[in-house]
């Protein structure tokens, strides 16, 4: 394999993905250092990685956001996508997935990280992207290969094939034996490995596993089936032909070993990478990209620098692109290059043009956004992929300390959301309140953080308002006068109000039944004014909802009548009206549906009846192996922090959506404390 020298496939763009803290960074700067990119390799804990180098990632150290560094391996040039494993900070990984020739998955031997591998394998595999499974902190493991392999293979919905397997020394791992290439290597710390013999026990183990290999490549190669079954050797060409096509196709995810902290099986990776992953070229057809002379490009990120303005991280499928040219994007802006800039994590270089296949961010293409497919021809090109965000989960609401900074802050907040669409900004019509949403607890305070640190904007938060409604038991007929006499024109208006209850969920109605023009019908649609205006705050200090309120009668004035005085006759009459009408109060009950693992469903269904939800049936989450999926009905109030406790039951893995259902009556003590809250807060 070494000795292979094939022509390169373009600049080649890699996602390192993988559950979160299985090593990501940490193999970033391994790769990164062997290949001579950087002078040593960085440390995530010191703070000195070129990844996560965000304030908010060396302050959390945690990727917070994705990373792209770019170096150079045997006259090939490779960008990696440093993706964040958590789930709250996934959607930097689903929106740039599609940009990528494969995706290294970093994982380790912990059955506990499972459901968070099965996740990010499902999604490549979605997705047709080849990939690589990269075993991490193979120096620490305590179990044979075989037995973790069977661990993993669950998470994979296609053959897991080892290409190395681990060699022994008592009860730690020394090397490795490359099944492909049939050598034996001795790791090297922050060293390339040391070939040895293959001899003995370590010879038997390769030859058995090197068959099983071959068996599984056998599946999808005629040839290769005969000669095994010919027990003939198969051609080692042959076999790494087979290896290649079979990952570019999708139908197995090769297995590499190593401990990337320690840089071991680092450059064995990188050849893999070289030899087997496919280029640009494979990576255009995959998305369906017609040939064509105009440069053509896939926005994958966006970044607001303190000092540079906007910056849009690309992966160039075809063409050429120079700095300066004009670019149609196609959801219909256009924008003019201000630069183009190489990547390497907070670091940027200027270039005059990019290739396809290169990696680079361009700066201020102010109408682009992430997920826009990019050309330098005269027409807008068709959109390539979309990444939707998942549906968000826990919200704050959240003000400017100060006053001033209102407008800073809904330009920060706009800002966020372009470089991260799980981000989802929401005005509360009813309180007037800015509501963030995000995917979690980590991911609202990464970007309360941003507002303070990045844009300057200092912010209080609290949690949203609950939509509580309140509604009537009792008809009531009720006359609202207003007059008043203060010289000149005076105002008069009197209506008879028939209010009663409807139904739930029916909502407001009002109709009107005046005979003899005891109110003129010009000031009908006045009258329907002042009763919407009464609605909006009832006797428990909530919007008043599912009642008729019929104009019956009234009297006016010739002189002193008006809109006003209708529109303040009919307020007054609701809110005299009201309190006479046995309010209740009515709070939002949603649809929940939970995804999780299996062995947490129990948990699940125990945290769902703490939470006053009424569990409606469970079932397997129809194509997910190992997961279920639990419905329930639950409060709007319970809801709030339902994801906080969801995460810690099933490791982080677990979600929910969730979808409004109906109001539900609120009585006795609950309700009490409810209304007394309310009435503080205000």
Known sequence: MGQDVRSPRGPRCIALVGPFQSGKTTLLEAILARTGAIPRAGSVDAGTSVGDATPEARHHKMSVGLTAATTSFMGDSYTF????????????????LPAVDAAIV????????????????????????????????????????????????????????????????????EGFVDLALERAFVYREHKASEVVALEGGDLDREKEARFSMLEKLADHDDALMEQLLEDIPPPRDAVFDDLARELREGVICPVLLGAAARENGVLRLMKALRHEAPGIAETAKRLGVSSGKDALGFVFKTLHSQHGGKLSLTRL?????????????????????????????????????????????????????????????????????????????????????????????????????????????????????????????????????????????????????????ETIRKPIVQRGRHKKQSGGHGQFGDVVLDIKPLPRGEGFKFTEKVVGGAVPRNYIGAVEEGVVDGLTRGPLGFPVTDLQVTLTDGSY???????????????????????????????????????????????????????????????TRDGWSGWDCVRAMMPEAEIGELIVELRS?????????????????????????????????A
């Not at 709070?587 to 009846?609: F, G, M, Q, R």
């Open 81 to 96: 996508l440093d993706c964040p494993g958590s789930v709250e900070f996934a959607h930097d990984m689903r929106a740039a």
């Open 649 to 681: 039951a099933t490791a982080g893995a677990g979600s929910f959506t969730r979808q409004f259902d109906h109001m539900a009556e609120v009585t006795g003590r609950a309700a009490d404390q409810i209304i007394a809250a309310h009435q503080h807060a």
């Open 317 to 469: 499928l075809a063409g050429h692109l120079d700095d300066g040219a004009t670019l149609q994007s196609a959801s219909g802006g256009t924008s003019r290059i201000s630069g183009i800039l190489a990547v390497n994590g907070a670091y940027e270089s200027k270039r005059a043009s990019a290739e396809a296949g290169d990696t680079v961010a361009l700066a201020k293409l102010d109408p682009i956004k992430t997920g826009d497919t990019v050309s330098s021809g005269k027409a807008p090109p068709a959109g390539l992929a979309a990444a939707e965000p998942t549906p968000p989960v826990l919200a704050i609401s959240v003000a400017a300390t100060d006053r001033k900074d209102d407008v800073k802050l809904g330009q920060a907040l706009m800002r966020l959301h372009e470089e991260d669409p799980s981000l989802v900004v929401v005005q509360n019509p009813q309180t007037h309140d800015t509501v963030l949403w995000g995917q979690g607890e980590m991911h609202l305070r990464v970007a309360s953080e941003r507002l303070r640190d990045r844009f300057g904007v200092k912010i209080a938060s609290h949690p949203p308002a609950i939509g509580y409604q």
């Open 106 to 173: 970093v994982c380790e031997a912990d059955e506990k990280k499972l459901p968070q591998l099965q996740i990010i394998l499902r999604e490549l595999e979605e997705l047709k992207i080849p990939r690589f499974l990269f075993l991490n902190k193979i120096d620490r493991a305590n179990k044979r290969i075989r037995e973790t392999l069977a661990t993993l293979q669950p998470a994979s919905r296609v053959p897991l094939v080892l290409r190395q397997i681990p060699i022994w020394k008592g009860e730690l791992i």
């Open 557 to 619: 004035h010739s002189v002193d009548s008006s809109d006003l005085a209708f529109r303040t006759a009919a307020r007054v009459g609701l809110n005299e009206g009201l309190p006479q009408c046995q309010s209740v109060l009515l709070e939002p009950i949603h649809v929940v549906e939970i995804v999780c693992p299996t062995d947490a469903t129990a948990k699940i269904n125990a945290i769902l009846s703490a939470r006053r939800g009424q569990i409606l049936g469970f079932d």
